[in-house]
């Protein structure tokens, strides 16, 4: 796997050949992967599969296989972006979905972001669809600084309600029987990469529904 190379911000990204910027919309409801395609297997399969399913808004950036640049969420200015620019005006509250690797922890669900109530939300019901082998983590505490996902430049802070950010260990999104990630054509999808988009799933419909009974 080729090392990760930093980039200093989102017009220089988009303009990498093969990078491609995905935008659907659909409800005040957003979900997003930053850094989907190459660099953060799996994570626009997530996203888009959430999206799709509750009708929701639905922003990626996608690179090519074997590119890993890396921008800190941070650096997405919506001012560099039009689609960017879009989806923020569009919604309301967003998940966004990341992948992170650590040696010590492979096993790890952490849930960032400044929407804490929508965080510990989106984790009872990940803990009621995610294999025991995994961990659901929504004390901001618990997480490491830079995987906490609170930073007000950071686009899943950005909208009205905020939004969590979902960081997905490798476990999670590696196929052991095919030996592959998830995403890769022709791979199969393993079967916790379904388990997780279930509880999203559930979990964002059920957020939706209490919002709008509430007049919210």
Request: charged share 25%.
């Amino acid at each position: 796997m080729s090392p990760i190379r930093r980039i200093a911000d989102l017009s220089t990204l988009l303009a990498l050949p093969g990078v491609v910027e995905e935008l659907e919309l659909g409800s005040t409801f957003g979900v997003c992967a930053l850094h989907g395609g190459g660099l953060e297997r799996a994570t626009e399969v997530v996203a888009r599969e959430v999206a799709g399913r509750t009708g929701a808004s639905y922003y990626g950036v996608l690179q090519p296989e074997g590119s890993r640049h890396h921008l800190s969420s941070t650096g997405f200015d919506p001012s560099a972006s039009p689609r960017l620019a879009d989806f923020l005006g569009r919604v309301e509250t967003i998940v966004s979905i990341h992948g992170y690797g650590r040696d010590d922890d492979f096993f790890a669900v952490l849930l960032g972001g400044t929407n804490r109530p929508f965080a510990n939300h989106l984790a009872g019901h990940l803990r009621g669809t995610l294999p025991d082998d995994f961990r659901v983590v929504d004390d901001l505490a618990e997480m490491p600084r830079r995987l906490r996902g609170i930073h007000p430049r950071n686009p899943v802070n950005r909208p009205r309600h905020g939004g969590v950010q979902v960081e997905l260990p490798p476990s999670i999104r590696w196929n052991i029987e095919a030996h592959d990630w998830s995403d890769r054509d022709g791979t199969p999808r393993a079967p916790q990469l379904d388990d997780l988009i279930d509880g999203l799933v559930a979990g964002v419909a059920d957020w939706n529904g209490a919002a709008c009974g509430n007049g919210d």
